[in-house]
């Protein structure tokens, strides 16, 4: 029998972060996602995970910056609203580390994309709801989908990277 884990958005963070001008990085996150972590087994051994964002509710704490995200330049979100990724398959690493991989979608773009994930615990809070934590992390070059923007900078080099580093740390509430 399965079990359905569906996010607890107000205890996770969806993120990313961006070398910029070559020596600091720009962190950002979105607001509005939805998560569903479905497992055939309490071990976590077979897992289908899968994510959606609103692409428009990026933040990075700049609002000019954030303007520019959602720009044709970078997330085009008039045409592609939304961020995704389904998972394909999971292999354990050792107890509590995962590899998930799956396809990541951005710009009308999708890809493979190798997820690092630890289950950092499970609890049942104060109401009685069985929860789900764990942390994720990938790389991908972020011109593979399309956001290519870039700016040359004047002793050299480019404003920003094309290696975008993506963070979560996520709880889950299992299902009734």
Do not use: C
């Not at 897992?47 to 085009?76: C, M, P, W, Y």
């Amino acid at each position: 029998m399965s079990t359905t884990w569906n996010i607890d958005a107000s205890h996770s963070e969806i993120g990313f972060k961006v070398r910029h001008l070559m020596i600091s990085n720009v962190k950002g996150s979105f607001g509005k996602y939805n998560a569903v972590v479905t497992s055939d087994d309490e071990h976590f051994e077979t897992v289908h995970v899968k994510f959606d964002a609103e692409a428009a509710s990026i933040t990075t704490g700049n609002q000019q910056r954030d303007g520019h995200l959602l720009s044709q330049e970078f997330f085009d979100v008039e045409n592609f609203p939304s961020v995704s990724y389904e998972s394909t398959g999971v292999s354990k690493k050792d107890e509590g580390h995962f590899i998930v991989d799956g396809n990541l979608t951005m710009r009308g773009v999708t890809k493979p994309v190798e997820l690092k994930v630890t289950i950092t615990g499970m609890a049942k809070d104060p109401w009685g709801q069985d929860k789900l934590a764990f942390e994720a992390s990938a790389k991908i070059n972020r011109t593979e989908f399309g956001l290519v923007w870039n700016s040359p900078l004047e002793g050299g080099g480019v404003l920003l990277s094309d290696d975008v580093y993506l963070i979560a740390e996520v709880q889950f509430t299992k299902a009734q």
